[in-house]
């Protein structure tokens, strides 16, 4: 009898579904993911053009859309307010106000519900009326004097109730900043969700217009990361972690998989990734082109980022996603 001279066969692992379903290595859940939100002091939800599916919500349609994330599974949402113009100035001032959109959201969040965790944004950005993460002068960022700013809003998310602040704005040591800051008034159970390899990126864009918190002028190289390096990563997760994160991210998410692998190798803490608007919203387009699958996409696009080593993953998807994992 002719006998076959192949030992090994990969193929009989993939032969039927369940089988498949025995052996993968990567599923993806829910629970991994969290849901970004945008908020508006508004009274109608404003659909945002370029991220197809997503609004500026008003408080009442963001409390819809956070019991259907938490409905679908999903634990987590992160917010982020789109400012009035008018409340916009050169120190981020709104950010500070108890009173403000973003505080009077957390509260209500947290009242409605309470178990759903609330994640807050720690930027200067949507409250500048320069566009940047820092503070401006003379066509400069300053580092030290924009960490003060940031750990002052940090307490005031903290005290509306926030359950993980998350730094974005890539000033050097504003984890620390913020982690002394937190302690000092009481709040050393809220953790902190830091940018940690934030790269200067084209895919922000949709962000950028949803938000209306474009740079005025110049761009944002000298604090977000070359989109060339990944040792530079390593360090900034180093900083992190010795600085007292709680989680650390990589963002954005497809194009940096192999930072993603770099950093969950490097460190002993959870690391999420931010798959961001620039690539939610081409997974949009190509779908209503009818050029691709929008949900095959949309998984399979999470399912690579889960495998790269990010076990929590922030995505405009994720209702979306949680509802089709069931
Ligand atoms: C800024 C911030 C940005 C995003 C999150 N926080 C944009 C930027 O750095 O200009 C982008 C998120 C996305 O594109 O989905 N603090």
Redo the contacts with the bound molecule.
């Keep these: 009898m002719d006998r076959s001279s192949l030992v090994e066969r990969p193929r009989r692992n993939r032969r039927t579904a369940a089988l498949r379903d025995l052996v993968r290595e990567t599923t993806l859940t829910p629970a991994d993911l969290v849901q970004?939100l945008f908020v508006i002091d508004g009274t109608s939800d404003e659909p945002i053009e370029s991220m197809p599916g997503c609004a500026r919500l008003t408080p009442e349609g963001l409390l819809r859309e956070a019991h259907a994330a938490w409905n679908a599974g999903v634990r987590a949402v992160a917010l982020?307010p789109a400012i009035d113009d008018t409340l916009k100035d050169p120190r981020a001032t709104e950010s500070l106000n108890p009173e403000g959109l973003l505080p009077r959201v957390v509260r209500q969040l947290k009242r409605e519900l309470p178990d759903l965790l609330v994640i807050t944004?720690v930027?200067m950005?949507?409250y500048s009326s320069d566009g940047h993460?820092g503070i401006v002068e003379n066509g400069e960022i300053l580092n030290d004097p924009t960490l003060a700013v940031l750990a002052d809003m940090a307490v005031v998310q903290a005290e509306a109730g926030a359950d993980l602040v998350a730094p974005?704005?890539m000033m050097d040591g504003r984890v620390q900043a913020i982690r002394t800051r937190l302690d000092d008034a009481g709040h050393d159970q809220v953790g902190i969700l830091a940018?940690t390899a934030?790269y200067a990126?084209s895919?922000?864009?949709?962000?950028?217009d949803a938000l209306d918190?474009?740079?005025k002028h110049g761009d944002?190289k000298t604090y977000?990361m070359d989109a060339g390096n990944v040792v530079e990563a390593i360090r900034e997760a180093r900083l992190d972690v010795a600085e007292g994160a709680d989680i650390v991210m990589v963002?954005?998410a497809g194009p940096y998989l192999d930072v993603i692998a770099a950093v969950r190798a490097a460190v002993d803490l959870p690391v999420a990734a931010?798959q961001?608007?620039?690539e939610?919203a081409m997974v949009r387009a190509v779908a209503e082109r009818g050029w691709m699958d929008g949900d095959a996409l949309m998984l399979e696009s999470l399912t690579g980022i889960k495998r790269a080593g990010a076990s929590i993953i922030l995505t405009?998807f994720a209702t979306r996603a949680a509802e089709l994992l069931g």
């Design positions: 970004p982020f944004d930027a950005d949507p993460d974005s704005d940018y934030k990126s895919y922000y864009g949709p962000f950028r918190s474009a740079p944002k977000q963002k954005p931010y961001v608007s620039g939610y405009y």
